[in-house]
């Protein structure tokens, strides 16, 4: 039971360096399958193995930095 998320980039992701920090964020604290930053676009997309709030996963980087919504 995999779950497609979509988000935009407000603030915290500014270059490669970065998103790669925030992936491995997530991949320590979510069951994240993929995901893909598109940096220049401002935008995320997200494969869970399970279902996942997104707001959990907009809380949970609020916290550390990164501002995101959701399209």
Avoid at 32 to 61: C, M, Q, W
């Amino acid at each position: 039971m995999e779950k497609e998320i979509n988000f935009i980039i407000k603030k915290g992701v500014y270059c490669s360096w970065c998103a790669n920090l925030m992936k491995a964020a997530l991949r320590q604290h979510f069951s994240v399958k993929e995901v893909e930053v598109d940096i220049l676009n401002g935008k995320i997309h997200l494969t869970t193995y399970k279902r996942v709030n997104p707001i959990s996963i907009i809380a949970f980087l609020k916290k550390r930095g990164y501002i995101l919504s959701q399209p």
